[in-house]
């Protein structure tokens, strides 16, 4: 076995000189990385944050000498402690991805095989590269998963991929990595797609394997809070360009350049507080209980949720993966009917399944999804998007349902030759404006937003909030606001309603609820939202043990 | 005109079969026109003359027909017939396997377990039996392989529109109180019809292969209506005393058939997103 860690820290490790990266779109190369420069010592934590587009995570994977398809290095140099990458021979390669380098990609669940057990995978590329022999693999599995803090590390490698939680999964992907002791470990957002709870054992594991070997770490990622926690150095980017490089601690505390001043700055949006008078009810859920499969069979997904939502308020559900948030909203819509209780628009009951309802209920009834690529049909124009509920609902045509067309199109803050486009040639945040758009033009009372910020970059997130907002003071629209984000509920509501396990745990006004004392789980939710402050990943845990 | 310019683009391979995917519809469209005879009219009697002595281009079949005649009008009957099955099978195909997948449930598991019934017959058993009960006419027979081959398009169709129907547009459209009708032909087949348009050229040739199978087995299109397969079987004779005639008719289908195969290879990976290496 290679001796490692013979070579003390501080050492040159990872050097890319004016990396360049096309893309292949429309017939032709566009370049995607335009020129970056980047340098890693070994033991050395580097942050690579930036916008969707950005070009971090085509920068990550060329640090082992790979392009996505459809992508090509069109120019640079790499060095990998005295390798040069780009150029070497496919062995010389091998010897090199894996074994000194490795990758943790965002999704987990997509990136194990779900027929080999944890600890088999683990060992494959140990053993591949003749680093180690099965048993000692073995061996050594059991010994990062305790490191990682996994419950239960001698079994734990014996399950399925599915057999055990995203979190976990998420750090027996970090143990998969740590498995060949390798020099670098490229990070691509492994937490991005986990709940806030969940994402404080990762980021913890992380931070403590990458300390104990001494492994240097591309950690990419576009949360400028998540990166403050462990990055030691700091890269922002923007449209495959540096715009500020720097140590961690310092940027934090000045950024020179305006965009990253951006990025720190993001969420100032507050709406201002509601005013006390009593809003007339709009939409009652009554002691709602709902499940899957069938009424017999099957786990309760809700259980006794009661709610009121006022006229031209804005009720947060706050929760985590699994606590039935969206399952409520499809109760509410009539897509999965509730097995008990009812619903009641305007005081009136309504139908429990949505085929029962009459179009003007429906019309009602407005949902807004979280990934706006899979909510606008591809193949239909923007004009026959948002006309299409125009001739649907109203019977518009020609002449009038353009003009009404155009009407929303300007409520969106899109120009009209916006009409013509088809979705997919929309930026992510256009997206979105446009599902609002068809959302709007069927003038509903109220409009079940379903996570429609979490998909979008924080800065394009902040422009959509501010729309919703806005159309809410001229139009008068209820918003029942779906989201695990604590930032966006902060900006939004005006009241939160928490949720855990199909139940709701607390219900009240934002200021109540954001202020102490909190329930136990809301308490939870709320302090592991991560902050700009470097040390704030160290005091938590410290003060969770203490507790 | 996009698909022109597209296609100004493609390989060569792509472009010879379109070329001779061309020639043949004019042939077929044409035929009356170019045909030198009729395309039952028997010159010599006497079977396989050549054509230097006959005097015509492929010489003369087995009953003294001029074979490049009949080779004319067999593209315009198998062709015809074999487009009119197949837009008949997709079009049964396609609105069957939409409707099972937007539906879902126990329609679903109706409508794919018939399918799965008929598919567990051989085709070529299945059709003969039918053809032999219900005797071989032209639209009995274009009802039978139509019918046969949408078991096939109700898969694929299925297939991809249960990848459709679970996106959030067409839940917005259900939210929005549209009927199954719209959603399968403005939601769904939009998004499914460029692998379904691919799958139609490779349907096409199967039809084609299949129509030309029967008519050798004497249970296609029926005599004397001139047609590849048949010709192929009643000339088969001739082949043992060296005599090319079965091989023309033979080739017009094998042309045809790889042809449009290149067009479809063209499309598909065109449509698919794959690349070659660059």
């Known amino acids: ?547 | 005109m996009l698909f022109l310019k597209e296609f100004a683009k493609a390989g060569w391979p792509a472009k010879i079969g379109m070329a001779v995917i061309l020639v043949y519809l004019f042939c077929a469209i044409f035929a009356p026109l170019i045909a030198p005879y009729a395309e039952t009219e028997v010159i010599i009697t006497s079977p396989w003359v050549s054509a230097e002595e006959s005097g015509t281009l492929l010489g003369l079949d087995q009953l003294g027909r001029d074979l490049w005649t009949r080779v004319l009008y067999g593209a315009r009957n198998t062709i015809t017939i074999a487009i009119v099955i197949t837009l008949l099978a997709f079009f049964i195909g396609m609105a069957a396997g939409f409707f099972a997948a937007v539906v879902g449930g126990l329609t679903d598991q109706l409508l794919s377990r018939i399918v799965d019934i008929i598919m567990a017959f051989p085709t070529l058993f299945f059709a003969l039996i039918v053809l032999s009960i219900l005797g071989t006419s032209v639209p009995v027979l274009i009802v039978v392989i139509a019918i046969l081959d949408s078991t096939r398009v109700f898969r694929i169709s299925r297939a991809l529109a249960m990848d459709i129907s679970v996106m959030d547009y067409v839940e917005v459209a259900k939210l929005r109180g549209e009927g199954l009708w719209w959603i399968m032909r403005r939601e769904v087949l939009p998004n499914a019809l460029t692998p379904l348009i691919a799958e139609f050229g490779l349907r096409f040739c199967f039809v084609f292969l299949f129509i030309s199978a029967l008519s050798f087995l004497g249970l296609g299109i029926q005599p004397p209506a001139a047609d590849w397969g048949s010709m192929v079987r009643e000339n088969a004779a001739a082949i043992t005393y060296g005599i090319m005639t079965p091989l023309v008719p033979a080739l017009a289908i094998a042309i045809l058939t790889i042809a449009v195969n290149l067009v479809v290879d063209w499309f598909l990976r065109k449509t698919s997103g794959l690349r070659d290496e660059v």
Not at chain 1, 64 to 86: H, K, N, T, V, W
Not at chain 1, 309 to 330: C, N, Q, Y
């Open chain 1, 1 to 547: 076995m290679r001796s490692k860690r013979d070579v003390g820290a501080g050492e040159r490790l990872l050097t890319m000189r004016g990396l360049r990266i096309d893309g292949f779109t429309d017939d032709r190369w566009l370049p995607i990385v335009k020129g970056v420069d980047l340098h890693l010592d070994r033991g050395e934590v580097l942050g690579l944050i930036g916008e969707s587009g950005a070009g971090k995570s085509t920068i990550g994977i060329a640090a082992m000498g790979y392009a996505r398809p459809g992508c090509r290095i069109s120019g640079g140099e790499i060095d990998f402690d005295g390798i040069q990458i780009l150029g070497a021979a496919p062995a010389e390669l091998r010897a090199v991805r894996g074994a000194r380098i490795a990758y943790v990609a965002q999704s987990a669940a997509a990136s194990f095989n779900p027929a080999h057990r944890l600890i088999d995978q683990y060992a494959e590329t140990p053993v591949q590269h003749g680093i180690l022999s099965y048993p000692e693999a073995a061996a050594n599995a059991k010994d990062i998963y305790r490191r990682l803090d996994l419950p239960n590390p001698d079994q734990i490698g014996f399950r399925y991929p599915h057999q055990v939680s995203g979190g976990q999964l998420q750090r027996a992907m970090v143990a998969m990595a740590m498995s060949c002791k390798p020099d670098l470990i490229v990070f691509d957002e492994p937490t991005t797609a986990l709940d806030v709870t969940t994402q404080i054992e990762v980021l913890a594991a992380i931070k403590d394997i990458v300390r104990q070997f001494n492994t240097a770490a591309i950690y990419i990622t576009h949360d400028l809070a998540v990166v403050a926690q462990l990055a030691d150095r700091i890269m922002v980017l923007r449209h495959g360009l540096t715009v500020e490089e720097g140590g961690a601690r310092a940027m934090l505390a000045a950024p020179k350049e305006e965009y990253t001043r951006k990025l720190l700055a993001v969420r100032t949006f507050t709406k201002a507080a509601a005013d006390e008078s009593e809003s007339a009810t709009v939409l009652e859920v009554d002691n709602v209980w709902a499940r899957y499969g069938g009424t017999d069979a099957g786990v309760n997904v809700l259980e006794e949720v009661s709610l009121k939502v006022g006229r031209k308020t804005t009720v947060a559900i706050v929760g985590e993966s699994g606590s039935g948030k969206s399952t409520l909203a499809r109760a509410i819509t009539g897509l999965l009917p509730p097995f008990e209780g009812r619903v009641l628009f305007n005081g009136r009951e309504l139908p429990a399944s949505c085929r029962r309802r009459n179009k003007n209920l429906l019309r009602h009834l407005q949902m807004i999804y979280q990934m706006p690529d899979v909510a606008l049909n591809p193949r239909q124009k923007i004009r026959d998007v948002i006309g299409r509920p125009l001739s649907f609902y109203f019977g518009m045509h020609g002449a009038e349902r353009a003009a009404r067309v155009r009407e929303l199109l300007e409520m969106i803050e899109l120009s009209d030759d916006f009409k013509d486009r088809y979705p997919p040639e929309l930026s992510g945040g256009q997206k979105q404006r446009v599902c609002i758009a068809r959302a709007l033009a069927a003038r509903p009372e109220l409009i079940i937003c379903d996570e429609v910020t979490s998909a979008l970059d924080q800065l394009v997130a902040e422009e959509i909030l501010k729309l919703l907002h806005r159309l809410q003071e001229e139009l008068g629209i209820t918003y029942l606001f779906i989201t695990h984000d604590l930032a966006t509920v902060k900006a939004i509501a005006d009241e939160i309603v928490v949720m855990l396990q199909g139940r709701i745990v607390e219900h009240g006004k934002k200021e109540e609820v954001l202020t102490p004392p909190h329930h136990e789980y809301t308490d939870l939710l709320l302090s592991s939202v991560p902050e700009m402050d470097p040390d704030w990943l160290d005091n938590l845990l410290q003060k969770r043990r203490a507790a």
